[in-house]
């Protein structure tokens, strides 16, 4: 995942400060110098780290800090605070037009994920907005992006507009313009063509396509594993286009992440999404507090109750909580479950964004294997649907016969039912309003008690509210 090494390494930077009573001008010269080299070991852009580092120091040294009762708090305060302006300070969402369509032209090099992100945001956008976009295919130089879009299409049921490969990109725009003004499309998603590098017959082709489109938002898509060389790409866009937002993608992979730490900077242009996988529903919106929280190990718990929100369905976790409350939480249930929570990304990312869980050492070992969710379905599937439905019908001989019927031995069996009574007793604790699982508290880092927690739950109440209204 990105930023981990540089998370490890401000971590271990400010940790040296939380174990002073007291903290001298000498304590923070030190701690500045690693925050240094570990942002330009994450390929920060030079100019972005000197500034960063001279804003933290001037605040750090200053006599309310030093002499203040917990100073290394206040340090960590500072640099969270500081890192979230350089990544933006605010949220920054879609420009919207007036007068429907919306145009959103996205640009960038080949090879960045523009067309890809195109169906991330179009599902986006047909999930929170219940819009009906339609995608135009400019990118004629690479055939596979305009069989790319239509299969994106297909899966979205969203029509994509295209005139294949012969047609000059700019006219494809017109008539693709056209098309949704007569269909009433409240959003046009123009994917244009990309290159290796930046170079005049592109952006001539992108300004006449900006021209007949006149987008509202013009999103340069950024790969994060490009490194520095992506905020060099920004500046020569933002140049001659005049970008209004910054997307990056495959902050999955191993990447440094020091793109997304300098490219607000060197622009001004906000990052509005991050792309974190491959599937349609692997789009974020960016928040600059999130990110930072993150980036120092703070987790990001108002961004795992979203995911949750989002990918649990809520009239399946209505009837989950009543069968919980009957003791009636069965084989079939539980499966289910698992799908749910592994349909929400990898579980090691989502104990990150617990509070306190960064620290927690071991973590990095961490890993769950999407083939042992698949041997745990095949052994369920083995079952009948008696024993699905009642798990103590399940005697030694039953087991052996689910083992050979889904290609596992009896340990395995006898751990995963082991496994499935654990969660059963769990989930009947929390149903009851018992949250004093042993050692949960110390798992959260006081997190779910702590201001995070608070704010958390205020969110889900919110929102919890706002559904309601709308269902009267």
Known sequence: MAFESLTDRLQQAMSKLRRKGKVSEADVKEMMREIRLALLEADVNLQVVKDFTKRVRERAVGVEVLESLSPAQQIVKIVDEELTATLGSETVGLNKSERIPTVIMMVGLQGAGKTTFGGKLAKHLIKNENARPLMIAADVYRPAAIDQLKVLGQQLDVPVFDMGTDTNPVEIVRQGMALAKEKKNDYVLIDTAGRLHVDEALMDELKQIKDIAQPE????????????????????????????????????????????????????????????????????????????????????????????????????????????????????????????????????????????????????????????????????????????????????????????????????????????????????????????????????????????????????????????????
């Open 217 to 472: 938002e013009i999103l340069l898509v950024v790969d994060a594993m490009t490194g520095q060389d992506a905020v060099n790409v920004a500046d020569s866009f933002n140049q001659q286009l005049g970008i209004t937002g910054v997307v990056i993608t495959k902050l999955d992979g191993d990447t440094r992440g020091g793109a997304a730490l300098s490219i607000r900077a060197v622009t001004g242009a906000p990052i509005k999404f991050i792309g974190s996988g491959e599937k349609l529903t692997d789009l974020e919106i960016f928040h600059p507090d999130r990110m930072s929280s993150r980036i120092l190990g703070m987790g990001d718990m108002l961004t795992l109750i979203e995911k949750a929100q989002q990918d649990y369905d809520e009239k399946k976790a209505e009837e989950l909580a009543t069968k919980m409350k009957e003791n009636s939480f069965d084989f079939n249930d539980f499966i289910e479950q698992l799908d749910q929570v592994m349909g929400m990304g990898p579980i090691e990312d989502l104990l990150k964004m617990i509070p306190g869980m960064s620290n927690m050492p071991g973590l990095e070992n961490v890993k769950v294997d999407p083939k042992d969710v698949e041997r745990k379905r095949a052994m369920i599937l083995s079952m009948t649907p008696a024993e699905r439905e009642n798990p103590d019908l399940l005697n030694p001989s039953r087991r052996r016969r689910i083992a050979a019927g889904s290609g596992n031995n009896v340990v395995e069996v006898n751990r995963m039912i082991k496994q499935f009574k654990e969660s059963k007793k769990m989930m009947q604790q929390m149903s009851k309003g018992n949250m004093d699982i042993p050692g949960m508290d110390q798992m959260l880092g006081g997190g779910i008690k702590g201001k995070l927690g608070k704010m958390a739950m205020n969110r889900m109440v919110k929102k919890s509210k706002k559904k309601k209204k709308k269902k009267k």
